[in-house]
């Protein structure tokens, strides 16, 4: 049985931290809203996305031919979820880790054992400026593909998927419950296989609200 691991670079890829405007909502908390039931953002350092469109671009032509049919269908979850607009682009950003990519992208890498210390792990990289998603690296791991792993077409697509929400500053939950439809979120790590729908849950989905909602928190225009 392949055992799988997938877990978000938390690099120092860090630009800078901003402060954060504090203001008391409609239900008097004061502050961004974080984590909840089956979902957490990166914070403090990725709490908001901003308002800025997004592009996804690769790192070579061979991870471009090969992921592009899967991030066409990411970038339209992720722009539904969060109102923004995410456009998979024919673009070549070569990527490196520990590096931010160009701002409001993220790049993905698909290769053999990215982390050669965890074979089986897919890993991204989520840069951050004055609380908000900056940038993002992705590696996906090309063994999920290899003729006899036998992975389901389904794990390869909630891998991206996975990472993919990494990018933008989701977190790994402090509990993985299920929903009213039975399914345990995307963003529980081990637990991707579970969701056969190919897409994000509801769990993610709040996720990413919450990361629009939490702009309110912040200086007008970031
Ligand atoms: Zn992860």
Same mark, same amino acid.
């Given at each position: 049985m392949n055992t799988r691991a997938i877990s978000s670079a938390a690099l120092a890829a860090t630009l800078t931290i901003g402060a954060l405007v504090t203001a008391p909502d409609a239900h008097g908390v004061t502050g961004p809203v974080v984590a909840g039931n089956g979902w957490k953002l990166q914070a403090p350092r990725i709490t908001h996305l901003d308002?800025?469109?997004?592009?996804?671009? =690769?790192?070579? /032509?061979? *991870?471009?031919?090969?992921?592009?049919?899967y991030l066409r269908n990411t970038a339209a979850e992720l722009t539904a979820a969060t109102g923004l607009t995410f456009t998979v682009t024919t673009k070549i950003v070569p990527v490196t880790v520990g590096k931010c990519p160009p701002t409001h992208t993220i790049s993905y890498r698909y290769m053999s054992k990215p982390n050669p210390a965890v074979p089986n792990?897919? =890993?991204?990289? /989520?840069? *951050?400026?004055?609380?908000?998603?900056?940038?993002?690296y992705s590696f996906i791991n090309s063994d999920y593909w290899a003729a006899g792993r036998r992975f389901h077409e389904y794990q390869r697509m909630n891998v991206i998927w996975h990472e993919s929400a990494h990018g933008v500053g989701l977190s790994h939950p402090a509990t993985c419950p299920r929903n009213a439809a039975g399914l345990q979120p995307l963003m529980c790590a081990d637990t991707y296989k579970d969701l056969r729908t190919r897409r994000y849950s509801s769990f993610e989905r709040t996720a990413f609200r919450q990361l629009v909602l939490n702009r309110a928190y912040y200086p007008l225009g970031s």
């Amino acid at each position: 049985m392949n055992t799988r691991a997938i877990s978000s670079a938390a690099l120092a890829a860090t630009l800078t931290i901003g402060a954060l405007v504090t203001a008391p909502d409609a239900h008097g908390v004061t502050g961004p809203v974080v984590a909840g039931n089956g979902w957490k953002l990166q914070a403090p350092r990725i709490t908001h996305l901003d308002t800025k469109p997004w592009v996804i671009a =690769f790192h070579d /032509t061979a *991870s471009r031919t090969k992921l592009t049919p899967y991030l066409r269908n990411t970038a339209a979850e992720l722009t539904a979820a969060t109102g923004l607009t995410f456009t998979v682009t024919t673009k070549i950003v070569p990527v490196t880790v520990g590096k931010c990519p160009p701002t409001h992208t993220i790049s993905y890498r698909y290769m053999s054992k990215p982390n050669p210390a965890v074979p089986n792990q897919s =890993f991204t990289g /989520t840069c *951050s400026l004055a609380g908000a998603a900056y940038s993002a690296y992705s590696f996906i791991n090309s063994d999920y593909w290899a003729a006899g792993r036998r992975f389901h077409e389904y794990q390869r697509m909630n891998v991206i998927w996975h990472e993919s929400a990494h990018g933008v500053g989701l977190s790994h939950p402090a509990t993985c419950p299920r929903n009213a439809a039975g399914l345990q979120p995307l963003m529980c790590a081990d637990t991707y296989k579970d969701l056969r729908t190919r897409r994000y849950s509801s769990f993610e989905r709040t996720a990413f609200r919450q990361l629009v909602l939490n702009r309110a928190y912040y200086p007008l225009g970031s």
